[in-house]
């Protein structure tokens, strides 16, 4: 073991957040009459479906999941991360179904100010519709409290009405374990097995467990420009402009997104162990390094979630 | 399973309660400020911020909106609903739910409350009255504290918060103080700390005070580091020690389909342990079984996500479960998810229990456990705790008629005619809250007599006649076989906390007699 991978005190941890997680997926399976599980290739995510499988599991013999797999792809997405997400989910034998933002403006629910705006709010409508379509009543994310202010709000088992909105007066009491998931029809629940995970928790959880993850997470040369201080990707979606200067530095992505909308860090990690070891150490948070959107206002993604959005 | 040896908690749940404006927020800003768990962009966030309340001299920053996350929180200056923090010290991690004072949002404080280990309640030192020499403290810190007792935390401890508002002063701190131990008194709570702060310039938080050389106790964070918690708190408030309890999470017919039968159960160990070749009654129908084989969950062995690996998801029909002669009988120990598998196929569904000894009797919960009962291999390592080897001879009962604390937290009243639902570990029984025994007044700290409308945030004591038994214990003896939830069915609600007080009337039948 090298010198980054935690003590063993750590490791307890880890298995405490586990088991609480493991409880958590059980009881959505127990509960719910049509579960999901949002699966989008991204590190959270592949966390998500791993503890599931290790909740369906009798030893070596994993047990079918008893939820669908959900993605709502914006058209935006990082194509290698879309290969992942249709990889992993063929090779768990799950159902992956698909909600298109592209056929979401086809159809005329979603309309954008110009061809290249971001569409990560408009994923909440697509989001929606996919919910409505395929009647799910319980939708699995990998969320965690320690992302963002209003995230930090939020129950385990967060309750929707039938516009898909999170209203934070409107808050089941959610007592010990005893997680209450039961809706009126057109209503859903959003369930956050993750909930009290930090970033670094699922760093050494993804090093302990050996969970695969799309290479855009360690470090790579990639071109990028300067903007709002961050590190924007040179792509289709995010062209320099005539004033920004154009590098090729090693990066990694904190967090998988759309295209649109997601930064980088500067970063050498290139092994999970390398990764934790700048995690522990990283004096800017997750989304606040790497999200443009978030930074509008203050409160930009508790408008969001009103708005149903994960 | 090696985290099950040691008795050190690497994780911490804590809860703070106060009244309006006593500082909560600013406090744990503090704590965070001062445990480095503030990152450059949060802190950059807060300058920005458009509803500046108290700035803090050092940090030149306002602390309490790190807590208050949602734009109508910081627009009213209150906290609406709990915020979870995370940080951690020298010595532990700790979760910290910042659980709101006003008494309308009294839900969200039982709910954070529910999941902690230590209560921290705030006294605002400036309030006029307690500096003027009152008798009494606010009624929302009574309140607070009389919630946080019932729910039975590890640990409550008083901080007496805005002491830089009041030059520090030893006398009223006194005075506080003295409040304090009444109140202690009259609720019955075990000695604790009280401790004088002033979050605003980092005095008794994490360092000790240097305005207040007077006070000889530790900082807040001294004494939480320095606390030991017993194990039983976490998760799922499971303890180790005892017989088993397995409450069924998920019962598994098949392996997918119908053609792939197997018979699973999937949940969390509450007590005890278990291992293959153990003998276990089903509490709801009295068969009897024995364990074939047991499969901790954190220890599945996924098929590794490779190139490859893509072939073959699905298992092969008749999965080979090992006997237990061919497996190693570890004993899986409480608090762990597994996926239990027995020898012959039994009545057991979501919601049953599985126990090594049968639920007790007026007359088993006396005598003593049965000779020859089946023995964990290795228990005898656990000679060292005689005392929870006696303790042992519990075992759940078959109640249908409780006697329990409550906490109502939905805004339509109680209705005695109507009919609810209650959770009880996995199970949910119908029920009907036959009597209100008492509600409590916050003022006197006193229950008064029946009659009173119980409406939101009331809490009291009532009586629950139950359709069929749920398998419980008093919320004293073990807090997981002792709490449940009151729901109402028809409109999707959580209607009520509850404490089981007393198992009024146990299950009346003989299946058990010849076990």
Known sequence: MSATVPAMAEQGHLLRLEAESIEIIREVAAQCLRPALLFSGGKDSAVLLHLARKAFCLGEHALPLPFTLLHVDTGHNFPEVIAFRD????????????????????????????????????????????????????????????????????????????FGQWDPRRQRPELWNLFHASVAPGEH?????????????????????????????????????????????????????????????????????????TCLVASTAATVEEVIAETAVASVTERGATRLDDQTSEASMERRKREGYF | MGEHGGSSVELLRLITAGSVDDGKSTLIGRILFDARALQSDQLSALSRARHARTISADAQLDLALITDGLESEREQGITIDVAYRYFRSAVRRYILADAPGHEQYTRNLVTGASQADVGIILIDASKPGLAAGSDSLPAQTLRHTAILRLLRLSHLVFVVSKMDLIAFDEGVFKRIE???????????????????????????????????????????????????IPQRAEPGLARRDGALVFPVQVALRHAGNSQQPLRAYLGTILRGCMFPGQEVVAYGSGAYARVKAVYPASES???????????????????????????????????????????????????????SQPPATPESSRAAPPPGAPQAPGSSANTTEPHALRALATSPEAATELLADFCWLDNQPLDLRRRYALRHTTRLVKVMVTAVEGTLNLETMRYSNAGKAVGANTIGVFRIALQQPIFAETFRSCRALGAFVLIDEVRHRTLAAGMIREIVRIRDDDRFENG
Not at chain 1, 117 to 123: K, T, W
Not at chain 2, 307 to 317: L, M, Q, R, W, Y
Request: aromatic content about 6%.
């Open chain 1, 87 to 162: 990889r992993i989910a063929a090779q768990v034998g799950a159902t992956l179904c698909v909600g298109s933002v592209e056929a979401s403006i086809a159809r005329g629910s979603v309309r954008l100010e110009h061809a290249l705006a971001s569409r990560n709010a408009a994923q909440a409508v697509t989001l929606l519709e996919t919910i409505a379509s395929g009647g799910f009543d319980g939708l699995m994310a990998g969320a965690r409290r320690d992302e963002e202010k209003s995230r930090a709000k939020e129950r385990i088992f967060s309750f929707r009405d039938a």
């Open chain 1, 189 to 261: 629940m959003r369930i956050f097995p993750l909930s009290n995970w930090t970033e670094l928790d699922v760093w050494e959880y993804i090093g302990r467990e050996g969970i695969e993850l799309p290479g855009l997470y360690f470090a790579h040369l990639r071109k990028v420009f300067r903007r709002q201080g961050l590190l924007v990707p040179l792509s289709h979606l995010t062209p320099a402009e005539h004033n920004d200067a154009v590098e090729e530095i090693m990066v990694r992505f904190r967090t998988v997104g759309d295209i649109s909308c």
């Open chain 2, 178 to 228: 003295a409040l304090v131990q009444r109140l202690r008194a009259d609720l019955g709570i075990e000695s604790g700390p009280c401790i004088p702060v002033s979050a605003l310039l980092g005095d008794g938080v994490t360092y000790p005070s240097i305005r207040a050389p007077w006070y000889r106790g530790p900082s807040l964070m001294q004494y939480l580091d320095a606390l030991s």
């Open chain 2, 301 to 355: 062995r996924l098929q590794p996500t490779g190139p490859g690996g893509a072939s073959d998801p699905a298992p092969t029909p008749g999965i080979p479960i090992p006997s237990d002669q061919d497996r190693p009988s570890n004993p899986i120990h409480a608090a762990t998810p597994v996926a239990v598998v027995l020898d012959r196929p039994i009545d057991l569904e979501r919601g049953d229990m599985l126990g």
